[in-house]
């Protein structure tokens, strides 16, 4: 769902029957439709399986043959943010060449907070390039959500670590983001963390 526009898939190889993914992430697109990729043939295997009216893919696929239409209002607008959005993919190089400006600025956040003492969740070899997870400082003088609102009241805004049990924070590198996005984000990270009072280099 997050990678596809810029993480390598061979579908072939990887004998994908069905992909899917959203118009948002690494497309770069506005949030409003999901699509699917998928075998023709397996598709059309699920015929009359599908539990729900509005999610049954055969039913949409056949209609489209037919009508050339969706068979619910369609989101127009979302469906016109995509398209530009793979022309500005394909000006941009293509998925490859997004994928690089994204391991660019996920390495320059990385190095720039382990640089001042921030330990990873995330072994370095089994990380995405998509987000990265950062433990929370061992200083009483750290407050995620003071060091939260502090970088969103600059412009910065990122993710709490909601996905593990663990005390971290996240970090993404996707979006119409750039090298010196990802700087600014480390220099205000340090700024911010030095108002607050907590030690740098980092302490565990």
């Known amino acids: 769902?997050?990678?596809?526009?810029?993480?390598?898939?061979?579908?072939?190889?990887?004998?994908?029957?069905?992909?899917?993914?959203?118009?948002?992430?690494?497309?770069q697109s506005v949030p409003g439709f999901s699509f699917v990729i998928c075998s023709i043939r397996k598709l059309l295997s699920f015929k009359n399986n599908s539990r729900s009216l509005s999610l049954d893919l055969v039913d949409q696929y056949e209609n489209m043959l037919k009508t050339n239409q969706f068979r619910f209002t369609p989101p127009t607008?979302?469906?016109l943010a995509f398209k530009q959005a793979l022309v500005e993919l394909e000006q941009e190089g293509g998925p490859q060449k997004r994928y690089e400006?994204?391991?660019?600025?996920?390495?320059?956040?990385?190095?720039g907070l382990l640089s001042i003492g921030f330990k990873e969740?995330?072994?370095?070899?089994?990380?995405?390039?998509?987000?990265?997870?950062?433990?929370?400082?061992?200083?009483e003088n750290f407050n995620f959500e003071?060091?939260?609102?502090?970088?969103?009241?600059?412009?910065?805004?990122?993710?709490?670590?909601?996905?593990?049990?663990?005390?971290?924070?996240?970090?993404?590198?996707?979006g119409a983001l750039y090298a010196e996005d990802m700087q600014q984000l480390v220099q205000l990270i340090v700024q911010i963390l030095r108002d607050m009072n907590v030690k740098i280099p980092i302490q565990y």
């Open 77 to 79: 607008h979302s469906i």
């Open 146 to 174: 003071d060091f939260y609102k502090r970088l969103s009241d600059k412009g910065m805004v990122i993710y709490p670590g909601k996905m593990s049990k663990a005390s971290c924070f996240r970090i993404g590198s996707i």
């Open 101 to 111: 400006r994204y391991s660019n600025n996920h390495e320059i956040v990385r190095k």
């Open 1 to 27: 769902m997050s990678a596809f526009g810029a993480v390598p898939v061979d579908i072939q190889k990887g004998f994908i029957d069905f992909l899917i993914s959203s118009s948002n992430k690494c497309i």
């Open 121 to 139: 969740l995330v072994p370095h070899e089994e990380q995405s390039k998509i987000i990265n997870s950062y433990f929370y400082p061992n200083d």
